[in-house]
């Protein structure tokens, strides 16, 4: 057997547990990205061999089940759907997936509210969350979660504040053996997928790396900024005051940026002067965003919306179908893994 025989035997093994739960041949999850993860995007994953996520975001049932019918127009082959926990609709939402017999339901953005995670099982449907610290990855293996992602920082969009190697660390030594994990956050490269699968990860998840795939409908001028940016510039939202929270998001500077700095110092200084109560404050710090993310990737506004992006953007730098995205990665990850013995 030549060198990469073998490496293409490890690398079948590594992602065998992953593939399985998922039904589909690569262990590479796209993960959900509002706007951006509709039909298009998620067909064309599933049909590369890997597995595609629809985001709902904000979605009413009746969009997402207008979303899952197209898309299974445009694959028969497994796909699953990201709800985030706290829409007020989440019940009709996990309805709708199991009215379609979507095999596999992402609870985003917060624990999983009381009976949602038995809703979705009692649908045939397997329950994937994230779990952002150890403990809590342990909490939601004993409330029947099938899997879980491990997003650390790195990523795009909505982050916690650890890295995906210290996270990958503390959670994969103890729980690989009980559950599929799949890591995400900074992947860019087959490199740190061998890497993860090696520590014992049943795949991944990457998001950043399929956002300006040919398939995905993002703004050219949104795809543009991508194609431009290192990982520099994709920066996590500051606070600048204690009173005022701020949800920290990952996403290329840009005016937005700026001027949402100067929003929370115009809004602290109107509170230290009374002329605005502390309920008022926080929700104008927490409706400045509404809205940013559609702007950007729909209307192409890059610089007063908000461009989500992880730090492997650097590593995003030209157009390419989502098949030769998947192609790519898994062969950096055979030839990684070659290296390796
Ligand atoms: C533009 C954008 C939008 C995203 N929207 C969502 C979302 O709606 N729900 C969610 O769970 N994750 C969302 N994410 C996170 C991705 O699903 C994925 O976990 C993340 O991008 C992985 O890290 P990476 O960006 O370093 O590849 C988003 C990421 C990006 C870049």
Known sequence: MSETDLATDRLAALMARGAAFLGCETAIICGAMSWVSERHLVAAVSNAGAFGLIACGAMTPELLDAEIAGTKALTDKPFGVNLITMHPMLMELIAVCAKHGVGHVVLAGGLPPKGSIEAIKASGARVICFAPALALAKKLHRSGVDALVIEGMEAGGHIGPVATGVL???????????????????????????????????????????????????HPNFKKAFFRASAREAVASVQIDPRLPVIPVRALKNAGTEAFTAKQREVAQLLDEGKLDMGEAQLQIEHYWAGALRRAVIDGDIEGGSLMAGQSVGMVTREEPVAEIVATLVAETRAALERRR
């Open 168 to 218: 990958a660390q503390e959670i994969l030594p103890s729980m690989a053996s009980e559950l599929p994990i799949f890591i995400a956050g900074g992947i860019g490269h087959g490199e740190a997928i061998a890497a993860y699968l090696e520590m014992g990860a049943a795949g991944v998840q990457l998001g950043t790396r399929f956002a300006c795939a040919s398939e995905s409908i993002a």
